[in-house]
């Protein structure tokens, strides 16, 4: 007799919280730990917009209130997403198969089940899709409303005039970046940062190896600092190739319900019911994209 293997699952809730949350937050952009992330956002989150002004006062024996301070919200209202993927048991079983050997004999970690491998495929895929919807997501069927996009359409976001990149301009491109960013966010240097394509990276590391003096005289052997004047560049997978984005960490927000009880996995092998190698992965989770203090936020596009 042949030997089966069954891979039905029914996940809700907060059993689907370890399968959908590396699905969700393992994005790019998110493991770099640069925006804020609101992990059990149910339906709706108000974010305060701050502003304050005069707080210093003579000194007096009583109290008396100084300054002003201006309070405004922004509503991140995640969207409701599924990923339904249908992939055929006998195309991953070898490959499963395989790291398992591998891994007994190298002592290398993998899933104990098929079923965790096969989840784990389509956690990458998922991450992946998400990580480009966090940047180039647009309000069409099956995306977001990205970053780039609510920056283009808010004022007081600090445009600058971009270029088609290369490493011959990638180092002025940035000095442009640089120059723009406002005082209060250069005023915290731990937390702000630019946000670059891997395309832009890719030039900026050729270009610090092909200057006249080269960074510590190693032309294009090892990797340079990820840094230019003092300012982290981040490389954001699902940034468009041409575009960056400065700022500081609480100004851009991703919000999901990847840690309330309202999603689903559901894993469905077809075995049973038509014959067929086949297995069906559906899951349901939210999410969305917001900002806050759009005047302290640099849009290079």
Same mark, same amino acid.
């Given at each position: ?20 949350y ?6 790019n952009?998110?493991?770099n730990?640069? *925006?804020?992330?609101h ?8 974010l305060?917009?701050?502003?304050t ?10 109290f ?5 301070v201006?309070?405004s919200?922004v509503?991140?209202?995640?969207k ?13 079983r ?5 790291l398992?050997?591998?891994?007994k004999l ?12 096969f989840?784990s ?9 998400v990580?480009?919807a966090?940047?180039?997501?647009t309000?069409?069927a099956?995306?977001?409303l990205?970053?780039e ?10 445009p ?11 180092i ?7 120059d ?7 005023s915290?240097p731990?937390?702000?940062? *630019?946000a670059?394509? *891997?395309?832009?990276?890719k ?13 510590l005289?190693?032309s ?10 003092? *300012? ?5 997978n ?10 500081v ?18 894993i ?10 086949n ?6 989770f ?5 900002i806050?203090?759009?005047?302290d936020?640099v849009h290079?596009?």
């Amino acid at each position: 007799m042949a030997t089966t293997s069954t891979l039905t699952g029914n996940f809700a809730g907060t059993k689907a919280q370890g399968y959908l949350y590396p699905a969700v937050m393992t994005a790019n952009t998110l493991t770099n730990n640069i *925006i804020e992330t609101h992990e059990n956002v149910k339906y709706k989150l108000n974010l305060r917009n701050l502003a304050t002004t005069g707080f210093l006062a003579d000194a007096t024996c009583d109290f008396s209130a100084t300054g002003d301070v201006s309070l405004s919200d922004v509503v991140l209202e995640p969207k409701q997403l599924e990923v339904n993927i249908q992939l055929c048991k006998d195309d991953f079983r070898t490959q499963w198969e395989a790291l398992e050997m591998k891994g007994k004999l190298l002592g290398q970690e993998i899933p104990a089940s098929f079923q965790e491998f096969f989840i784990s495929k389509i956690q990458a895929l998922t991450a992946k899709d998400v990580e480009n919807a966090i940047w180039q997501g647009t309000a069409v069927a099956g995306s977001f409303l990205g970053f780039e996009a609510i920056l283009t359409a808010t004022a007081g976001v600090v445009p600058v005039t971009g270029a088609t990149l290369s490493a011959a301009n990638i180092i002025a491109e940035l000095g442009k970046v640089y120059d723009a960013i406002p005082d209060s966010v250069f005023s915290q240097p731990d937390d702000a940062f *630019i946000a670059i394509s *891997i395309k832009a990276s890719k030039f900026y590391q050729t270009a610090l190896g092909s200057l006249t003096q080269h960074y510590l005289n190693q032309s294009v052997v090892g990797a340079k600092p990820m840094d230019y004047n003092g *300012i982290k560049l981040v490389v954001c997978n699902g940034l468009s190739a041409d575009t960056m984005v400065a700022t500081v960490k609480g100004n851009l927000h991703f919000g999901t319900n990847v840690l309330t009880d309202m999603n689903e996995v559901i894993i469905l092998d077809m075995a049973m019911l038509d014959a067929s190698q086949n297995v069906r992965y559906a899951s349901g989770f939210t999410a969305g994209c917001q900002i806050t203090n759009p005047t302290d936020i640099v849009h290079y596009t």
